[in-house]
Each structure stands twice: as C-alpha cells, then as structure tokens.
C-alpha cells in the first residue's frame, strides 16, 4: 500500500492511495494562496490600482517582462488573471485513478483540474451536500474571475523567480499554475459525481468498500472509511468535535484502523473559535454603533450560517437590529435555499425543527423579515435601493483578490469608522490587505476555524487507537509561528508508528495483507471433516472449484472425480504396528532391515519393498493393484490423518 | 439448508393493514404495521395475538421497519407498540417520522371524537411511540444490533417511502411497501441496485394493469374542474392534508398557469399549510424537476391556490377548494358539501378511498338523498366523480424492479388473490423464479442458500492465482482451491498444508507409491515417453498433462521410461498419496498398455 501526497497545503489536501490494486484519490483540494501574489479584480477599473507603479528587477531590461509586475508599499504583485496551483501531475497520470473520494465541499476545488482532459474515466463519490454546495464555491469562483477579464496575461516573471523580492520569490512552484477553468468543464466534472448518503456501503471493484461517516466539520462532511476483508483504513480529513450546525462527528466509524490518515487539522491553532465569534460580535456591534459599517469577506456557505444566527441575536441585544445584513454572492439566494432543505445531514437539535415543521436555519426568518438581504451583485436589480448605511455586508472572496468585495473595499477602506472583520482562516489578513494599503479601515482578526485543534486531535488519536497514524509532516513540527509551542503537533505516542510525509513524496504503508476471504457453499461446507489434532486445534481438508468474480472467491463443491477427498498423513509410522497390519492383510513374508534411520520391509513373495523413514514411507512394487492396494491399506492404518 | 419463513398478519392475498413477520438467522422483524380503512372492529389492526397470545412483543420482535406514512401502513402502530407493547426500535425515513404522527393523530381524532370509539390510542400514546422511531436516510447501511443490517431505497408512492433491505448473516430480503417505478407530478421513480435478495417482497396493487393511464386520469380530471368552473360552478375536492393533495395541487397549479384561468383555487388553512411545508423542507425526496428549480421557485410555494376561509363557501361565482377530511365524514369538507350539492352545476371529486358508513361511500354509491344525525336531508343534484390517484407500481413496474434487484424468490402482498395469481405466473414464466403469495396468516418457508465465509491464507491465494495465470488464458478452465481449514479458538482460515501442520505444530508423513509397468516398445526411451505423453493427455483431458526431460507429470504423479533400446521398457509411476484416485487411474492405464 502506497500514499503519494500531491498537495502542499494540508487544508486543501490532494493524495493518491494505492491499496490491492485499486488507485484512489482521497479528495482534491485546490491550493489559492498563489493568488495573493496577484492583483485584484475589479469590475470597473480602478484608478489607485491602475496607477501602481511598474516593478523591475534592477539588473533586467527584458522588455518582455516590463508592466507584469506592480508595486505597493513594500510588496510585489502580479498584474494578471489569478492563476491556482493544481495538484501535482507529475507522480500520477489521472487516468489512472479509479476512484475518488470527496471529505467536504471545501476539499474539491480542483476536480475540474483531474477530471477533465486527462483521460480520468474513473468514479467520484460525495455526499449530496458537498456535490450542491461544493457546486455553488465553484460557480461562484469561476463568475468572480470570468466576470473581470483582463487583456493580458504575464507570464515571464516565472523566469526571475530569484530576483523577485519575497514572498513573491518564495511561490512555490508557480510554472505549474493554470488558469482558472470555465463553467462547462466545472459542469461535465461536477456531473461524474455519484452521490452518497454517511454509512452507506460503496463496493469499489470488489476489492474494497467505502463508507462515508459523517466528520462534525460542515455540511455533508465526511470521513472516509476504507476496507478490505481484513483490513481498515480510515482518511480523517475536516473533522469538528464541536457543536455546529452540521451532523456531530461520528466516531465508532473510524476506530481501530490498521492505518489513520489525518489531515485539514485547524488553521489557527492558537485561537478559540469561541472567543473568536465573541470578539466579533463586539467589534460588530461597536462599529455598528459608532456608525461604521462591517465588511466580512467570506465563502458563501459553513460558518457564515452560523454567523448570521450569532449576530442576529447580537445586534438585537445592542440596540442595533436595525442595522441590515446583506449577503452578496452570485450564489447567495441557492446557499440559503439549499442549507434549509438539508434536515437529515444537520445536528439532531435542528434535525428536529422538520418534525415541527419549522425552518432548520433561522436565517430564513430574517430573509422573511428583511433583516438579511442577499444579492447575486451589487449590480443587482435591487441592491442600490436597499442599500443602507450602517450596515454589515458578508461577501466573497475571502482571499480579496476578485468578487464584489473589491468594491467595497474601495467604498469603504478610507473611512476610519468601517472596519473589515477577517473570519476566514484560509487566508492571512496582512497578506490579503497588502494591495489596498494603505487603508484607514481598521481591520480586526477573528478568524474562525471549527476544525480540529491539536489538543482535540491528539486526544481524538488516543481514543481512536489507530496502528499507524500518518500526517503531513508539519503537523510534527511546530507552527513556525511560534517554534516554542511543542503542544501545538502530533504526538508520537504509545505503540502506534507515526508517518510523517510531504509535498510529491511516495511513501509505503506498514500493512501487509496476510488473509483474503473466500465463501463456501453448503456442499462444500458439508464435506468439512473437522480432526482434532489437539485440544482446541482441529484440521479438515477443503476441496472445490474456484469461482472468482468482480474480486469476490467463491467455493463451490467440485464434480471432479479424481481429486476430491484429498487427506494428508502426519506422525510416524511403527514398523511392529505395520508388520501386524500386513499380516493381517496375508502378508506374512516380511522381512526388515535397519539402515541407520532408514527401516526397509522386503516382501520377496509380493515383488514389493517398503522403505519407513520418520516423515516419510515409499511403498514400491509392480505394476499389481491388489498387491498395492493391500500395502496401502496397511500403511494407512498405521497413520493418522485428516 | 437454512430458510425465511414469512407470514402476513395483513396484505396477503388483500389490501390493507399491512403487517408482515419476518424470520431469518433467527431474528424476527415486523414489516409495516398498518390498519384496515374498511373496519371499524377490531379487524381493524392486526392480529398481534398470532405472535404471542397474550401480553407483550417486545421479546419475540426485534425490529420494526415502516415503509411509509399511509395508515394502511402505520395505522396500527401506537396500537402495537403502547397497548399490545413494543418497546424495541422501529425504523422510518425523516419524512415519514414527520408526517405519520399527524395523520396518526388525524385519524384518532376522527375515530374517538367523531365517531366516538372506544379502547383506542391515544394522543400520548402517538407521542410515546414516535420517540422509539429511528429515523434513516436513504442508503445509509443501518445496524440494527450485531446482526441485522437495514438499508433504504428510493420507493416514490409518496413523500419519504422507501423500500427496505434487510440482511441477516448471508439471507438477505428486499420489502417494497408501495412503490412507483414512473415518476410523477412531484415524487422520483423508485430505484434500486442490484442487491440480489433471497426473497423480494413487492407490492402488486396493480398486478394486472399493465399500461399506467394516469396521464389520462390527470386530463380527464382537469378537464372536468375546467368545464365546470366555465359554467360557474364549484368543485369539491375532499382530500386528506398530506400525499395525494400536495400532487392534485401541483397540477391544478400547473393548469391554472397555463390555461391562464382566474376562478380561485383554495385550500383548506391550517394544517395544509403545515403540509406543504413538509414538502418544502423534504424537498431532496421530490423528483429531479422540483429539486433543480426549487430556489427559484419552490413548487409548493402556490401562486394560485389561497388559503380558504369559512365566509368563502356562500361566495358566488366558480371556485375550486380543497377540503378535509378525504371521506366526507366531518369537518369543513362536509359543511361546503351540504352547501354545494343541490346545485347541478356544482361538482364533488373524490380523489381516493372512502370507507362505508361515510358520507363519501354513500354518495360514490349513487345516493341522491343524504340523512344526517339531526334528521337534516341533503339532496345530491350535484355531480359526483371518482377518481383514483394512487401511485403504485403496475405489472410492468413491478417485472422492472425484479430486474433491477435480481431476487432469487419473490413474494407477492398488498393486491387481490386472483390478479396475484395472473402475476405470480408471468413472474415464474419469465424469470424462472419461485413465487410466492401467502394469505393472512398462512406462513410461506423459503429455502436460501449459504454462503459462510471464512478467511484464507493470501499465499494460498496467490500460489493458484500464479498458477492459473501461467496457463494459456482459457474461461472454461476450472480453477480448483484445495487447502486446509485450521479450526482453532480465534477463528477459521484456510492455508496450505505445510503452513496448517505448523499452525498445529506436527509433522507430516509423506507415503509415496511407485509401481513398475513392463511394455514392449521398440526404439529410444524418449519415443516411448512421448507416446505414452499423448496417450495420457487423452485419458485426462481436464488435466494438464506436462512432459520434460522424459518425465510426464500430472500434479504429483510422475512417470518414468527406462531400459535399452530393444523391445521392453520399464515404465516407473509415481505418486503421493494424496493423488492416489489420479495415480492409480493412470497406473490402470499403463496397465492396459503393458497388456
């Protein structure tokens, strides 16, 4: 067995796993952090953005590269569309790949990238909220980018990747970025996905089977659970132990795996996401009263859910409910449509709101009652009338680099009294702020992670008593961050091996398959002959016809005349015993002689001469059955079988 | 050989009161737990005492799996479960959770309060029963306990109902409830894998229809509201709150859109409107069409059809309304219909069932006087349609699902003895498959196969793996495991035997034979063995006979050439003792020769 790790960032995860010949993908993460090199996207051009000064290396004149590259403040970007680093297809040709699995909505960005033009004929399995609303973060990423085409596109940089000046100079790998891909290919990807329900039972060739199980991380999160007759493998990727809207963890799934794999553990393993929704609530509801408005770049789906039921109630406490929320996303209304028809894949306590019935989420109430407003675009038909100040605006993207935040950013960034409350972890704030500077917004830091911590994975670990445990190599290794906190890896610990493994490395797993699974039939079953050899040890030969199907074995009773009772014959013979057996065969003629270890019985009458070893008798005579076949019943009477 | 015994405590050879027990690998399941519309004794529920006389049912039932919220389906379940006593799990989709405890509620009320019956449940006890429910999600394998596995499929019918698998150990069976296996105005088409049970139990309302009219049922019923709304009058549709009604809905709706017509629609307020939500918060268990266009509209967020309200029966001019109860014996529908039905151009649709002694019942039976309680007489001038509506699977459906899930038996309940006979024959003729169709009470034993498995040693596994491959590749070829099965504390597995002498830490003994054949053959030795290589070859034909250095093999057997060139040769067979039948069959050939 084999995990090949195509991803450099372990919360966007891309591996491969080879296990009785079946090639699986677990999930197929899209790494965005190369944008942030790039410039924004407006849709109407903007003047501070356009008048950046142009960048050069100060030893190069390539005329080529002249206009790429644009400076603000001490940083460099790219003047051209984004450009995403894909999974690495150099280890593994798509083609390949038989199967793969989706964990979470979050973790498929790049399908597009594997499925399409690459000869992938294989299967994908999700659950039915990653495939609806893993379908919306694409729609969405690919409007904000086609939406704002630019004329040109740079790519020679790459080729003075050692002058640039960091962190530009430190991307990694950028010859293999691509471009975004277009709405049919995200459409033809999307439709190879099969959707599944947690723990249902997925035959993959007959050689395994797979069940999702349900990871506490957000709607329709899974983990994947592998097996074989013998064997389990469990891939834990964006896993929550806390209490959210989505379905709880479940855990009895993904105990005792001869091998765990566990990736996506938390962004901000420093921060309490509940401190951090605390913090925000504050700063909303200080900006909101000073008269600022609160600008909150984030996906159009997860924890904005959560965010929208936390600061509705805020806001009513502090006396500002009359403040509006507005939702803008091309996929806003389809986000809040979708999340309250999803009952049977949210925690019990909203689960239960169908049987009243009552709306799972509340923000339907404050669609209803005008307290939420969601818009495609600013653009929209609607928008500018409804538009109050002050207000708090949720929008995408949260890397700041395309989508109708741009705009506000621009709207609002001068204004000291507006603030920009960062809560997606995916993208450092500094990093994303860095083309606007400078503002005079403020800014606030409340990112908000659910997943894992390491405190919450290392006791999930000791719970789950995996044999091996295999994580990407800088959860062994403290955050760079802060090198003296050792609390914040994964343990080494008790008798469980520990694998660490890392960008385009190909490592072999320690589980070597020793059994297999065969069925029998009642026929076959039947002719079982238990010999007990000793006490609680019992032996029977078992004879039939192979039948092999799809990877299954089956046994069926043999109509094979010549072959079908086979016994075998241990212990030692005793040559007195044997000499009585003969006689009372008629065969009284025997004579013996020892050669050291070796006993030889001669039948001068017979033609026949018996050689005894410990472990072994030849009997050797003419070409006379009834001769033989009286030898034969002698020996075997001398032995035991079975 | 192992077997399932079934026996229908309801819906065999009939319909109504669904309720089937189910025996396999020692487990006993109840399948569905309806009542009977058509009694108002206690031939109404089940007949529990079958499977205990007296007293509770919990240590003779292990699961209970309801396949959808029709009360011919659940009717009986507060019953069982709070009077007879259950206290085990009972299984159900979320919408079927959702749904069956109103109309649970919804009937009790009728029966007690209405018709005042006694000894029936009561509120708490729908309540108390609902809280053992477990609900599922399609497709997701469920455990039951270590060893009964449940799994739902998609079944259409209604909102929420499903099919059930159920396994225990290597049987498994496949119960339908109602299914439908076109889809509909708002509901998918039932689907499932090839699961391959060893019974399926179908349902087989329409054992003998083989064409779906519906599509003609729906324009004959849009054509008649039409016609009579053009003349001004009004139309009454009893319905019950949830099923039937959410679908006329959609069509109505539907119709009103395109024929742009403005005579109002109405739907009976309160729980209807409750109703709908369901529907829109079950919205993944609608068809493809409901679900794709869901936010932009969802369809049963109606734009024609509004909310009724009493002052509106004396309105005049055309209108259509919906009103419950669906049998005409109470409530609103029966105040509108004392109002309407002396008018020849007002309408009555019945849209389903109605039980005798309702007003409905008289009334489809071609009553023109109705005599209430309070000596009020009622004269029907108006019209009266009956039109059915259910969703159920017809011939052709229910040959399609047995294709689809590849049973090896099959079971017909839930449909008319005689029409399960024209079925049960089709079945037979054109799968070759037995069929089945117990009465109520007569309990059917269907013989099933076993499969155990075991573990198996994978070099054992391998080395014939090798071996076959080896071979020029050739389908017919039998490819023959041969092992030892060690039996020790701890489990079962197969391997070979030097590794199985081992396990048992004793050693063999080989007992080896050779005998020697005399034959006259002139020439090289080579020659002879060549000859003597064909000659085997043809009397073991399934073998494969090899030859090397002068040596034939079959499996252990060896056989050997040896003398001068003249005429006698000394020909040596070989062979362990495990190949003894193949050795002395060759040895018997050589013989042959020599003479």
Known sequence: MKLYCLSNDPNKPCHILTFREITMMLDCGLSMQSVLNFLPLPFVPSQKLQNLPTWMPIDVTDPELDGELKENGERVFVDSPPEFCPPLDKLIDFAQVDVILISNYLCMMALPFITEGTGFQGRVYATEPTLQIGRLLLEELVIYIEQCPKASFASQWKNFLHKLPYPLSDSFKPKSWKQIFNMQSVNSSLSRIQMVGYNEKIDVYGALQVVPASSGYCLGSANWVITSDHEKIVYLSGSSTLTTHPRPMDHNSIKNADVLIMTDLTQTPISNPDSMLGVLCVVVGMTLRGGGNVLIPCYPTGVVYDLFECLSVKMQELGVSNCPMFFVSPVADMSLAYSNILAEWLSSAKQNKVYVPDELFPHAMLVKNSKLKHFKHIYSDGFSTDFQEPCVVFCGHPCLRYGDIVHFIELWGNNPRNCIVFTEPDFDYIDALAPYQPLQMKVAHCAIDTSLNFTQANKLIRDLKPATLVVPECYTQPPVSAPHLTEYTIEAGGDRTLIPYKWGEVINLPLKRKQGQVFIETAVAQKIVPVEIKSGVSLSTITGTLQVKDNVYNIQDSNDKLKKYVKYEWGTLNVNEFIQKLSHEGINDAKVETHGSVVVVHLQDEDALIQLEDNSTHVVCSGDEKVRTKLRNAVMQCLKKF | ?595
């Open chain 2, 1 to 595: 050989m192992p077997d399932i015994k079934i026996t229908p405590l309801g819906a065999g050879q009939d319909v109504g009161r669904s309720c089937i027990l189910l025996s396999m690998g020692g487990k006993n399941i109840m399948l569905d737990c309806g009542m009977h519309m058509g009694y108002n004794d206690e031939r109404r529920f089940p007949d529990f005492s079958y499977i205990c006389p007296d007293g509770p049912l919990s240590p003779y039932i292990d699961a209970v799996i309801i396949s959808h919220f029709h009360l011919d389906h659940c009717g009986a379940l507060p019953y069982m479960s709070e009077m007879v006593g259950y206290t085990g799990p009972i299984y159900m989709t979320h919408p079927t959770k959702a749904i069956a405890p109103i109309l649970l509620e919804d009937m009790r009320k009728v029966s007690v309060e209405k018709k005042g019956e006694q000894n029936f449940f009561t509120s708490q006890m729908i309540k108390d029963c609902m809280k053992k429910v477990v609900a599922v999600t399609l497709h997701q394998s469920v455990m039951v306990d270590n060893e009964i596995e449940i799994k739902a499929y998609y079944a259409g019918h209604v909102l929420g109902a499903a099919m059930f698998w159920v396994r225990v150990g290597s049987q498994s069976i496949v119960y339908t409830g109602d299914y439908n296996m076109t889809p509909d105005r708002h509901l998918g088409a039932a689907w499932i894998d090839k699961c391959r049970p060893d019974l399926l139990i179908s349902e087989s309302t329409y054992a003998t229809t083989i064409r779906d009219s519906k599509r003609c049922r729906e324009r004959d019923f849009l054509k008649k509201i039409h016609e009579c709304v053009d003349i001004g009058g009004k139309v009454l549709i009893p319905v019950f709150a949830l099923g039937r009604a959410q679908e006329l809905c959609i069509l109505l709706e539907t119709y009103w859109d395109r024929m742009n017509l403005k005579a109002p629609v109405y739907f009976a307020l309160g729980l209807t409107e409750k109703a709908n939500n369901y529907y829109k918060m079950f919205i993944t268990w609608t068809n493809q069409k409901i679900r794709k266009t869901f936010v932009q509209r969802n369809m049963f967020d109606f734009k024609h059809i509004k909310p009724f309200d009493r002052q509106y029966i004396d309105n005049p001019g055309p209108m259509v309304v919906f009103a419950t109860p669906g049998m005409l014996h109470a409530g609103l529908s029966l105040q509108i219909f004392k109002k309407w039905a002396p008018s020849e151009n007002n309408m009555i649709i019945m849209p389903g069932f109605c039980v005798q002694g309702t007003v409905g019942h008289k009334i489809l039976n071609g009553a023109k006087r109705v005599e209430f309680e309070n000596r009020q007489v009622v004269e029907v001038k108006m019209s009266v349609e009956y039109m059915s509506f259910s969703a159920h699977a017809d011939a052709k459906g229910i040959m399609q699902l047995i294709q689809y899930c590849e049973p090896r038996n099959v079971m017909l309940v839930h449909g008319e003895a005689e029409k399960m006979e024209f079925l049960k024959e089709k079945i037979q003729q054109e799968f070759n498959l037995k069929c089945y169709n117990p009465a109520n009470g007569e309990t059917a034993v269907i013989q099933t196969p076993v499969k155990i498995p075991i573990d198996v040693a994978l070099p054992l596994l391998k080395a014939e793996a090798k071996k076959f491959s080896a071979l020029p590749p050739d389908p017919k070829r039998r490819r023959t495991l041969h092992g030892v099965l060690v039996m020790k504390e701890g489990g079962v597995c197969m391997m070979e035997v030097e590794e199985a002498c081992k396990e048992a830490g004793i050693e063999r003994h080989i007992v080896r034979f050779t005998s020697t054949v005399q034959i006259n053959d002139a020439g090289p030795c080579l020659s002879t063995a060549h000859k003597l290589h064909a000659y085997v070859a043809e009397k073991l034909p399934q073998w494969s006979v090899h030859f090397s250095e002068g040596e034939i093999s079959v499996e252990s057997v060896l056989v050997k050439v040896e003398g001068d060139d003249d005429d006698q040769k000394s020909v040596y067979v070989s062979w362990t003792n495990q190949d003894e039948d193949l050795g002395s069959f060759v040895l018997n050939a050589l013989n042959a020769v020599g003479k």
